[in-house]
């Protein structure tokens, strides 16, 4: 791998290598929408947008993953608060679940610490992309939960779903799930899923399939009780008074924040000091293009892309046709 150069030659939007994986519970909207390379036949349940191990694929640093910028650079590319983490702090997917997720929790930065020698935990929010009517996700425990043995006892039994609270959802929903909360994805709902860089999980029933290992005792562990009857919220874009855009704060939690923008024609933004940025296009196409004359060629963006921006980044979105929707994320 070459040997890094000064950082100034980072100044560009770098374009990343999805990891897409084949699962039982997948379909075929990856494929079909995002045009993820697959077989004819696979299910494909999640794209790996950004995270430590993303490959770019352009300019100056392709073959590099973020993990290697990330070392080399610290707060210079990646801003101060994400430079304080020990490693590249997010990861970004988009999933489809064409049948039910296992039911499962995952620990928070202690118990992560603790029980697998990793250094974080799993905090992590879903954007609803798509939902069939009727569309429940499990999300926390309802009123009838007592204690831990109860659960216990449930799991063992395959009766976990009687302590689950069970909550619908629509396109433009925003779920916030904190480690140690009992959730699960269900048949028919496409989400934009933005967590800590971290995949562990304690799985907790498995709606009758067979083969995969649930983790009990881990998993009560890593239960939080207090999470019953959660509520999602539904955050809808407003003008910001620069002609042509439309924003709204998704979330903000102490892991991450993400707003989502819309674009009608071209408008200007800065990566701030603090965090880099991560632009997810839900929705149209155009380009990103530099604000500083000779900083980087236009990049052309369609629906599907995740584009890295670095620290204090001047650059301009411009839509094809009517508009470009998208999600910016990054450190909070």
Not at 178 to 184: D, L
Not at 297 to 314: M, N, Q, R, W
């Amino acid at each position: 791998m070459a040997e890094m150069a000064e950082q100034s030659t980072v100044n560009y939007p770098l374009r990343l290598k999805p990891k897409v994986k084949e699962v039982v519970w997948g379909g075929r909207w990856l494929a079909d929408e995002l045009h993820r390379p697959s077989q004819p036949d696979a299910t494909l349940g999640e794209s790996w947008e950004a995270y430590s191990d993303s490959e770019i694929t352009n300019g100056l640093w392709a073959g590099h993953t973020l993990g290697d910028l990330f070392t080399a650079y610290g707060a210079k590319l990646m801003g101060g608060k994400a430079a304080a983490c020990p490693k590249f702090p997010l990861l970004v997917k988009f999933i489809d679940a064409h049948e039910n997720l296992s039911i499962q929790v995952h620990p928070d930065d202690a118990l992560a610490q603790k029980l697998e020698d990793y250094p974080y935990g799993k905090t992590e929010f879903w954007y609803v992309i798509a939902a069939a009517p009727g569309a429940e996700i499990v999300y926390g425990l309802n009123d009838a939960v007592e204690n831990e043995e109860q659960l216990r006892r449930a799991m063992q039994n395959g009766e976990l779903l009687k302590y689950c609270a069970r909550v619908p959802v629509m396109a433009g929903d925003v779920v916030y799930i904190p480690a140690r909360t009992v959730h699960a994805l269900t048949e028919g709902v496409i989400v934009y899923e933005l967590q800590q860089d971290c995949d562990i999980t304690y799985r907790l029933y498995d709606w009758g399939r067979t083969g995969r290992e649930l983790h009990i005792e881990k998993g009560l562990q890593a239960i939080d009780l207090s999470q019953i009857n959660l509520k999602t919220t539904h955050p809808g874009l407003e003008e910001s008074g620069t002609a042509g855009l439309s924003t709204v704060e998704l979330i903000a939690s102490e892991y991450f924040r993400s707003e989502l923008i819309k674009v009608e024609g071209e408008c200007s933004f800065m990566v701030n000091a603090n965090s880099f940025a991560l632009l997810s296009v839900l929705e149209g196409g155009g380009h990103i293009m530099s604000v500083v004359e000779g900083d980087f060629t236009s990049e052309p963006i369609a629906k599907g892309d995740t584009i890295f921006l670095p620290v204090a980044l001047a650059y301009k979105i411009a839509s094809e046709n009517s508009s470009i929707t998208l999600i910016r994320s990054g450190v909070a």
